[in-house]
Antibody
Framework: LRLQESGPRLVKPSETLSLICTVS??????????WGWIRQTPGKGLEWLGS???????YYSPSLQSRVTLSIEKSRSQFSLNLTSVTAEDTAAYFC?????????WGQGTLVTVSS | DIQMTQSPSTLSASVGDRVNISCRAS??????LAWYQQKRGQAPTLLIY???TLETGIPSRFSGSGTGTEFTLTISSLQPDDFATYFC?????????FGQGTKVEIK
């Protein structure tokens, strides 16, 4: 299984951060597997943002729920993250993930900087 | 949310040492506990899931133990490739919270 993040590396404050994760070597429709996003900063460490199931069911971090949207496109083997109204505090390494009872498998990550 | 606290934050050790990293939960965990290794500039990689189960391909010198609120990652004989940062995570199928990390340095 391989997960690869793509999207802009630089986002302006107040705009929307959008990332796509492309999955290869596995099916997005596998039962019990959830597809999500985790970010990492030196100050706050590793933070779970949200997850989506192949049915379209979504689960979001309570602290970010008002700004986060996940979607899934099974035909393209992709899922995506939208984070609105970003500030400098959203500067982080963003990882797309697969999670199930067996733990988390991670993409390589992409560093996104919020700056004007 | 369950808070996860690791100790120590930094650990200095030599090749061949036995190393224990502690992870304490703010309340008893009723789901699962995992451990990850992260090297500089790389994504974390899964070492152990469901507290005890070694991920495929991970050397047997890594082991996990614990229950309730207290969990431990043990490296039985530290190897040069093991100098890295380690994270615990309490998780269910779709979410989780992480410890702040333990950096294992060369003594």
């Amino acid at each position: 299984l391989r997960l690869q993040e793509s999207g802009p590396r630089l986002v302006k404050p107040s705009e929307t951060l959008s990332l796509i994760c492309t999955v290869s070597g596995g099916s997005l429709s596998r039962s019990g597997h959830y597809w999500g996003w985790i970010r990492q900063t030196p100050g706050k460490g590793l933070e779970w943002l949200g997850s989506i199931y192949f049915t379209g069911a979504t689960y979001y971090s309570p602290s970010l729920q008002s700004r986060v949207t996940l979607s899934i496109e099974k035909s393209r083997s992709q899922f995506s993250l939208n984070l609105t109204s970003v500030t400098a505090e959203d500067t982080a390494a963003y990882f797309c993930t697969r999670q199930f009872y067996g733990g988390v498998v991670w993409g390589q990550g992409t560093l996104v900087t919020v700056s004007s | 949310d369950i808070q996860m606290t690791q100790s120590p934050s930094t650990l200095s050790a030599s090749v061949g040492d036995r190393v224990n990293i502690s992870c304490r939960a703010s309340q008893p965990i009723t789901t699962w506990l995992a451990w990850y290794q992260q090297k500089r500039g790389q994504a974390p990689t899964l070492l152990i899931y469901k507290t005890f189960t070694l991920e495929t391909g991970i050397p047997s010198r890594f082991s996990g133990s614990g229950t309730g609120t207290e969990f431990t990652l043990t490296i039985s004989s530290l190897q040069p490739d093991d100098f890295a940062t380690y994270f615990c995570q309490q998780y269910n199928s779709y979410s989780g919270t992480f410890g702040q990390g333990t950096k294992v340095e060369i003594k």
